[in-house]
């Protein structure tokens, strides 16, 4: 395999890649590499999967990452999410555009409004009924209909969790709309959405970044957009922020170890963006946008050098005048 430790030997120097057009002769064998790559169907090249964090309005930004890798022509053969991510992951792989789901976004309100404060909170507590989720719901059936796990134009999963068991549901046959308002279904204020003899709460509890999820779809490279809470400076100021606070520092613990299993991670820097901040989505889309752009030529070389043995290895095997 001579050919493709060349090929390793010119890409592992490349300094990172530029905005502006590369033409040196590095940066051109670079971007011819990508086309081919990037043109090969799923079973010629490894699988791609990207994978949404939770992060409820945080999550927005996961928009951003999607217009970036979706402009670029990044190929997507899987999408697994949990909460948010779910939410924004089940629009994309049902193939709704990405500027339409900036639009939902960006107007974006699941019933807890910006006026959902301490009081409201207690008198939820003290009630015998808590909220509905089915805003989620309508809004996931109202873009993609009734559309079952199987009838996604990209194959896609998500994440609940058991509000008795403490197991995590992974979502990957039966109704989308029903499985994402389970998985963006947060536990003590939205009640659990009954499901087969379960009763399902907001995925992000145990599983924040579903890789897994990603694996059983039979992902081989992961790409993770992550979008954390910076909850070490955050100061919760009612007692829902607080309650936010308990979900995103479990959502943190857990991303330490989950992140090291993705092949690639973008994380936006939307740490400051409360739950209730519904205003800020746009500001936090951006902000993914941001994040995407600056690690994108990164993560092409990173599947690039993922990719290259196995592409190696079919042109050696191809006829010589079918070879790049």
């Known amino acids: 395999m001579k050919f493709a430790g060349l090929l390793l030997a010119l890409l592992l120097p490349a300094q990172a890649l530029r905005a502006a057009p590369d033409y040196s002769p590095d940066g051109l064998l670079?971007?011819?590499?990508?086309?081919?790559?990037?043109?090969?169907?799923?079973?010629?090249?490894?699988?791609?999967?990207?994978?949404?964090?939770?992060?409820s309005t945080r999550g927005t930004a996961h928009v951003g990452v999607l217009q970036v890798l979706d402009q670029a022509g990044f190929p997507v053969d899987s999408v697994a999410g949990t909460s948010m991510g779910a939410v924004i992951g089940s629009l994309y792989a049902a193939g709704r555009p990405v500027k339409r789901i900036w639009e939902i976004m960006a107007g974006l309100n699941f019933g807890l409004g910006t006026n959902f404060n301490s009081f409201r909170l207690i008198q939820l507590m003290l009630a015998d009924k808590l909220l509905s989720s089915e805003n989620t719901e309508k809004l996931i059936r109202g873009e993609i209909g009734g559309l079952r796990f199987d009838q996604m134009p990209i194959p896609f999963a998500c994440v609940a969790m058991d509000i008795y068991t403490g197991?995590?549901?992974?979502?990957?046959?039966?109704?989308?709309?029903?499985?994402?308002?389970?998985?963006?279904?947060?536990?003590?204020?939205?009640?659990?959405?009954?499901?087969?003899?379960?009763?399902?709460?907001?995925?992000?509890?145990?599983?924040?970044?579903?890789?897994?999820?990603?694996?059983?779809?039979?992902?081989?490279?992961?790409?993770?957009?992550?979008?954390?809470?910076?909850?070490?400076?955050?100061?919760?100021?009612?007692?829902?922020?607080?309650?936010?606070?308990?979900?995103?520092?479990?959502?943190?613990?857990?991303?330490?170890?989950?992140?090291?299993?993705?092949?690639?991670?973008?994380?936006?820097q939307v740490g400051d963006i409360g739950v209730t901040e519904t205003a800020r989505a746009p500001e936090a889309m951006s902000k993914g946008v941001i994040a995407a752009y600056k690690a994108l030529r990164p993560a092409m070389e990173n599947l690039l050098l993922f990719s290259l043995e196995s592409m190696a290895r079919d042109w050696v095997s191809a006829p010589s005048e079918a070879r790049p």
């Open 167 to 268: 197991e995590s549901v992974l979502f990957r046959e039966g109704d989308v709309a029903t499985a994402v308002r389970a998985s963006m279904n947060l536990p003590g204020v939205f009640e659990p959405v009954a499901y087969r003899q379960r009763y399902l709460v907001d995925g992000g509890v145990v599983d924040y970044i579903p890789i897994d999820a990603a694996r059983m779809q039979g992902a081989q490279w992961v790409l993770a957009s992550i979008t954390e809470s910076d909850y070490r400076s955050a100061r919760p100021q009612t007692v829902l922020e607080m309650f936010e606070q308990v979900i995103d520092i479990r959502g943190a613990l857990l991303s330490r170890e989950q992140r090291k299993l993705a092949q690639f991670v973008i994380a936006p």
């Open 30 to 55: 670079r971007a011819h590499l990508w086309r081919d790559l990037s043109s090969r169907p799923a079973g010629r090249r490894p699988r791609v999967g990207v994978v949404l964090s939770a992060g």
